[in-house]
């Protein structure tokens, strides 16, 4: 099936033999659906609903653990295109209409003024046209102002990254997401000498713009808020590709007969991810950003999430230097046991036949990971995974963020559970990384490989199937202490298409 050509292509990829002979036999077997207990809710204790109280003594706790040497650093994924932004201006562009016909395409017309990247636009349109977007909408030459916007000749946002399109006006200026992000550092992850961490991963076509970007705003930013940047940037890895088959589940070959390879998806960051050092990481995606006039709301549940999750850590310290020691007592077992049910939501039926020796063996395991708390918002039905009580391949039964692809759909409890959920996956996390001893975690030690998932695409006219590693959120942390918290809805604003940046959440 693999040529010696294959082989040696392989080698240049950094991608051993054994991972693509177990990846071309996932196409054969595809992925096992998780067996579900129930769809965690504030009702089921599979969410915390923080009380006024609960809220200061954990906003409490991060400012504290902020005064200390601990290094926190805010982890952005920035490589995805914004072509899917623009699909239905794409689709304008290339349609026979001259005129706006839909509903979509005329809001983005009446309403052009009111984009951060309108005097981009027009200063493009000018140039390309010689007219301003105003004349060239009153002469019914609207798709000149849509190629100004999305060709290359123009603002070319239709190839550009979310992360480097102007998002937000201020008066005379613009932020784009990457802005927001450093602005969003300096307001809940700034340490204790004023340092800023903040890390992107982009694509290798893009890197130079994000590197020149931050470079230029980064210094405005410092001195704005008396911090001190410092700002990384990775690629995803090429050993990190997956190879893609055809219909026959055979390698999907090129035209110069090299088997076709695909990123991983988000999965595959849990490898940037692990070559980071730092204490605690936050983790949210590029395009869920606001103006400053609505981040109060962004800013406290960042901090109230890193709150519970540094005081979780300590407790956890606590208990596993005790463990170690061996100097416990039954009634100390008792309470480990008690907090891990109750606060890290990890389940086990067994445990009641168990001695000791043994519980004191399996909490030093269940203790001993990653720990992340993930904020969780009201479901109003976006699409997206959601917080569940799941089985563990040990018996045991944690939390986890699981996309509908892992649920069996023809198990009507399983599917009940899915639709009735309360709540969604806003991708809003903060992660502790290192044990209790300060040594980082192997972060690729605890992904569940039996998440991954397939895909049907097409290459050159003809089909194939892709993998996807198991999700950055869902399977690739599958084996860390999870905890879930509300949040509020107005933390959550995604750009999904260039017409939610008119809602009112995301104008200056």
């Known amino acids: 099936m693999l040529t010696n050509e294959d082989k040696l292509f392989l080698q240049s990829k950094g991608i051993s033999e054994e991972k693509v002979e177990a990846q071309l036999q996932s196409f054969k077997t595809g992925f096992p659906f998780l067996k579900l207990y129930a769809a965690a809710s504030?009702?089921?204790?599979?969410?915390?609903?923080?009380?006024?109280?609960?809220?200061?003594?954990?906003?409490?706790?991060?400012?504290k653990y902020l005064e200390g040497k601990g290094k926190v650093l805010k982890f952005v994924p920035a490589s995805g295109a914004a072509s899917r932004m623009f699909k239905n201006v794409f689709e304008f562009l290339d349609g026979e209409s001259d005129k706006p016909d839909n509903d979509f395409m005329k809001k983005f017309f009446d309403e052009v003024h009111n984009y951060a990247f309108f005097a981009d636009l027009n200063a493009a349109c000018k140039e390309c046209y010689g007219k301003d977007i105003d004349s060239l909408v009153a002469d019914g030459e609207y798709k000149k102002v849509v190629a100004a916007l999305l060709k290359e000749a123009g603002l070319n946002y239709g190839k550009l990254p979310k992360g480097l399109l102007k998002f937000h006006k201020y008066g005379d200026t613009s932020r784009t997401p990457l802005e927001e992000h450093l602005v969003e550092g300096a307001l809940y992850a700034k340490?204790?000498?004023?340092?800023?961490?903040?890390?992107?991963?982009?694509?290798?076509?893009?890197?130079?713009?994000?590197?020149?970007?931050?470079?230029?705003?980064?210094?405005?930013?410092?001195?704005?808020?008396?911090?001190?940047?410092?700002?990384?940037?990775?690629?995803?890895?090429?050993?990190?590709?997956?190879?893609?088959?055809?219909?026959?589940?055979?390698?999907?070959?090129?035209?110069?007969?090299?088997?076709?390879?695909?990123?991983?998806g988000h999965g595959a960051l849990i490898e940037n991810l692990n070559d980071l050092d730092a204490d605690i990481i936050f983790i949210k995606n590029i395009d869920n950003v606001v103006p400053d006039k609505l981040k109060?709301?962004?800013?406290?549940?960042?901090?109230?999430?890193?709150?519970?999750?540094?005081?979780?850590?300590?407790?956890?310290?606590?208990?596993?230097?005790?463990?170690?020691?061996?100097?416990?007592?039954?009634?100390?077992?008792?309470?480990?046991?008690?907090?891990?049910?109750?606060?890290?939501?990890?389940?086990?039926?067994?445990?009641?036949?168990?001695?000791?020796?043994?519980?004191?063996?399996?909490?030093?395991?269940?203790?001993?990971?990653?720990?992340?708390?993930?904020?969780?918002?009201?479901?109003?039905?976006?699409?997206?995974?959601?917080?569940?009580?799941a089985y563990n391949p040990d018996g045991t039964i944690s939390l986890q963020i699981l996309e509908s692809s892992q649920i069996d759909k023809n198990n009507a409890e399983y599917l009940n559970m899915f639709n009735n959920g309360t709540h969604f996956n806003p991708v809003d996390l903060v992660c502790a990384v290192k044990n209790y001893k300060g040594e980082k975690f192997d972060l690729t030690q605890f992904v569940d490989k039996n998440t991954g998932f397939i895909s049907y695409k097409s290459k050159n006219g003809k089909e194939l199937k892709a993998l996807e590693l198991p999700g950055l959120w869902n399977g690739a942390m599958s084996d860390w202490n999870t905890v879930f918290v509300e949040v509020p809805l107005t933390t959550f604003n995604p750009v999904k298409t260039v017409n939610d940046l008119l809602r009112p959440q995301h104008q200056g």
């Open 42 to 63: 504030v009702d089921n204790k599979g969410i915390l609903a923080p009380t006024d109280e609960d809220k200061k003594c954990f906003l409490s706790q991060w400012e």
């Open 191 to 264: 340490g204790k000498e004023g340092k800023v961490n903040v890390h992107f991963t982009v694509s290798p076509e893009h890197r130079q713009f994000f590197q020149a970007l931050a470079i230029e705003k980064s210094k405005d930013y410092a001195q704005q808020f008396g911090v001190e940047y410092n700002i990384g940037f990775s690629e995803q890895k090429a050993s990190t590709d997956t190879i893609a088959v055809d219909m026959n589940n055979e390698p999907f070959r090129l035209d110069d007969g090299k088997p076709l390879f695909r990123p991983g």
């Open 296 to 389: 109060d709301d962004t800013v406290e549940y960042k901090k109230l999430i890193a709150g519970v999750l540094v005081s979780l850590q300590q407790k956890v310290f606590d208990y596993l230097k005790l463990l170690d020691s061996g100097q416990y007592t039954h009634a100390q077992i008792q309470e480990m046991i008690l907090f891990l049910q109750h606060d890290l939501s990890c389940r086990n039926p067994e445990l009641k036949n168990l001695e000791d020796s043994e519980l004191a063996i399996y909490l030093k395991k269940k203790f001993n990971r990653p720990i992340r708390v993930c904020g969780m918002v009201k479901n109003v039905g976006e699409p997206g995974g959601g917080p569940f009580l």
